[in-house]
């Protein structure tokens, strides 16, 4: 619903030929992850090549006993660091930390059939916003929202 606004990803049953997969594809890295998370500890998510994607798969598996769902990876694209932000969005309204919501937030909310979620934005190196991540609440900390500000989205 939402593919026009983020990096390129494939969505793949676990065991697949995850280098075929890939082979028709140009890009110059690879993000893993699983349908809920991505690799947080060793050598991370992003492989270089078509070949390393097992290997990090296969970390995912050791390091959290289990893939959830099945695999994503996404073309890798170069972002700018400390550029992450998470907005709220609670019965189709989106919240801003600092109160200012974005377009591409604003492009997001009316796709998403859920009464409440989260949305992450980053900017690419050359500042277009990309939509990283969509959350359900489920896994969703405030990241830099103060406790305040995230109860004041919801009516008293």
Known sequence: MCKDLTPETLFLEQGTDY????????WSGYFVKDYVKSL???RGSVANSPEEISEIVALIEKYRGQLEGGVCIRQFEQLASDTEERYFV?????YARNGLVPEIVQTVVPRIDSPF?????????DGTPRLIELGD???????????ERFLEIFPA
């Open 40 to 42: 947080t500890t060793g």
């Open 117 to 125: 979620f989260s949305v992450d934005i980053v900017l690419a190196i």
């Open 19 to 26: 280098a075929a997969a890939v082979s028709e594809r140009q």
């Open 137 to 147: 609440g489920q896994v969703s900390d405030r990241k830099q929202w103060s406790a």
């Open 90 to 94: 609670f019965r189709g309204k989106a």
